[in-house]
Protein backbone atom coordinates (compact mmCIF):
# COMPACT_ATOMS: atom_id res chain seq x y z
CA UNK A 1 0.00 0.00 0.00
CA UNK A 2 1.66 3.08 -1.19
CA UNK A 3 0.70 6.27 -0.31
CA UNK A 4 2.29 10.12 -0.62
CA UNK A 5 1.25 12.44 1.99
CA UNK A 6 1.63 16.06 1.16
CA UNK A 7 1.39 19.15 4.25
CA UNK A 8 2.26 22.74 4.00
CA UNK A 9 -0.09 23.68 1.87
CA UNK A 10 -2.68 26.95 2.86
CA UNK A 11 -2.92 30.50 3.01
CA UNK A 12 0.29 32.93 2.33
CA UNK A 13 1.06 36.34 1.07
CA UNK A 14 2.70 37.01 -1.94
CA UNK A 15 6.04 37.00 -1.20
CA UNK A 16 6.05 33.93 1.47
CA UNK A 17 8.14 30.99 1.25
CA UNK A 18 6.27 28.04 2.66
CA UNK A 19 7.56 24.61 2.45
CA UNK A 20 5.75 21.45 0.86
CA UNK A 21 6.62 18.13 2.32
CA UNK A 22 5.61 14.78 0.72
CA UNK A 23 5.72 11.65 2.73
CA UNK A 24 6.21 8.57 1.05
CA UNK A 25 5.29 5.16 2.97
CA UNK A 26 4.94 1.75 1.52
CA UNK A 27 7.57 1.83 -1.10
CA UNK A 28 11.49 2.03 -1.66
CA UNK A 29 11.38 5.20 -1.70
CA UNK A 30 15.02 5.84 -2.71
CA UNK A 31 14.28 3.58 -6.19
CA UNK A 32 11.77 6.46 -7.13
CA UNK A 33 12.61 9.57 -8.74
CA UNK A 34 10.08 12.19 -7.54
CA UNK A 35 8.78 15.11 -8.49
CA UNK A 36 5.98 18.34 -7.58
CA UNK A 37 3.37 19.20 -10.46
CA UNK A 38 0.50 21.61 -10.30
CA UNK A 39 -2.59 22.43 -11.05
CA UNK A 40 -4.79 25.68 -11.48
CA UNK A 41 -7.92 26.78 -11.64
CA UNK A 42 -8.78 26.31 -15.13
CA UNK A 43 -5.35 25.21 -16.22
CA UNK A 44 -4.11 21.59 -16.96
CA UNK A 45 -2.08 20.09 -14.62
CA UNK A 46 2.06 20.97 -14.94
CA UNK A 47 4.63 19.36 -14.00
CA UNK A 48 6.81 22.01 -11.36
CA UNK A 49 9.85 20.15 -10.53
CA UNK A 50 11.57 16.63 -10.62
CA UNK A 51 14.44 15.36 -8.81
CA UNK A 52 16.26 12.43 -9.09
CA UNK A 53 17.19 9.28 -6.70
CA UNK A 54 20.50 10.64 -5.79
CA UNK A 55 18.97 14.10 -5.59
CA UNK A 56 19.77 16.38 -8.63
CA UNK A 57 17.21 18.42 -9.90
CA UNK A 58 16.06 17.46 -13.39
CA UNK A 59 13.42 19.51 -14.34
CA UNK A 60 11.82 22.94 -13.56
CA UNK A 61 9.23 24.90 -15.12
CA UNK A 62 10.65 28.27 -16.09
CA UNK A 63 8.12 30.17 -14.00
CA UNK A 64 9.50 28.85 -10.37
CA UNK A 65 13.05 29.47 -12.07
CA UNK A 66 15.34 30.99 -8.75
CA UNK A 67 12.46 31.10 -6.61
CA UNK A 68 11.42 27.00 -6.42
CA UNK A 69 14.09 24.32 -4.85
CA UNK A 70 13.19 20.97 -5.12
CA UNK A 71 14.90 18.42 -2.51
CA UNK A 72 14.62 14.94 -1.05
CA UNK A 73 15.67 13.01 2.05
CA UNK A 74 16.42 9.54 1.67
CA UNK A 75 16.69 8.99 5.04
CA UNK A 76 12.92 10.14 6.37
CA UNK A 77 11.23 8.93 2.96
CA UNK A 78 10.60 12.36 2.17
CA UNK A 79 10.47 14.83 -0.66
CA UNK A 80 10.04 18.83 -0.34
CA UNK A 81 9.66 22.32 -2.21
CA UNK A 82 11.03 25.12 -0.79
CA UNK A 83 8.80 28.16 -2.47
CA UNK A 84 10.19 31.62 -2.81
CA UNK A 85 8.95 34.69 -3.18
CA UNK A 86 5.19 33.47 -3.92
CA UNK A 87 3.24 35.12 -6.47
CA UNK A 88 -0.64 34.74 -6.74
CA UNK A 89 0.23 33.03 -10.17
CA UNK A 90 1.20 30.05 -8.14
CA UNK A 91 -2.31 29.34 -6.14
CA UNK A 92 -2.84 26.09 -7.16
CA UNK A 93 -3.31 22.06 -6.21
CA UNK A 94 -0.04 20.65 -5.52
CA UNK A 95 0.67 17.10 -6.15
CA UNK A 96 3.80 14.80 -4.92
CA UNK A 97 4.41 11.99 -7.49
CA UNK A 98 6.51 9.10 -7.76
CA UNK A 99 7.92 7.09 -10.13
CA UNK A 100 10.43 3.84 -10.70
CA UNK A 101 13.20 5.44 -12.24
CA UNK A 102 16.76 6.76 -11.78
CA UNK A 103 15.58 10.17 -13.40
CA UNK A 104 11.84 11.35 -14.01
CA UNK A 105 11.07 11.61 -17.62
CA UNK A 106 7.39 11.82 -19.07
CA UNK A 107 4.18 12.95 -16.96
CA UNK A 108 3.20 9.12 -16.06
CA UNK A 109 4.08 8.67 -12.53
CA UNK A 110 3.56 5.41 -10.51
CA UNK A 111 1.83 7.17 -7.81
CA UNK A 112 0.39 10.40 -7.15
CA UNK A 113 -0.40 12.35 -3.49
CA UNK A 114 -3.84 13.47 -2.84
CA UNK A 115 -2.53 17.15 -3.74
CA UNK A 116 -2.72 20.28 -0.86
CA UNK A 117 -4.01 23.81 -1.91
CA UNK A 118 -1.53 26.35 -2.00
CA UNK A 119 -3.53 29.87 -2.32
CA UNK A 120 -1.29 33.49 -2.50
CA UNK A 121 -2.85 36.47 -1.37
CA UNK A 122 -2.41 39.55 -3.62
Known amino acids: QVQLVESGGGLVQAGGSPRLSCAAS????????MAWFRQAPGKEREPVMAISRRGSTTYYVDSVKGRFTISRDNGNNTVYLQMNSLKPEDTAVYYCAAKYSSIWYGNTPNYWGQGTQVTVSS
Open 26 to 33: GLTFSSYS
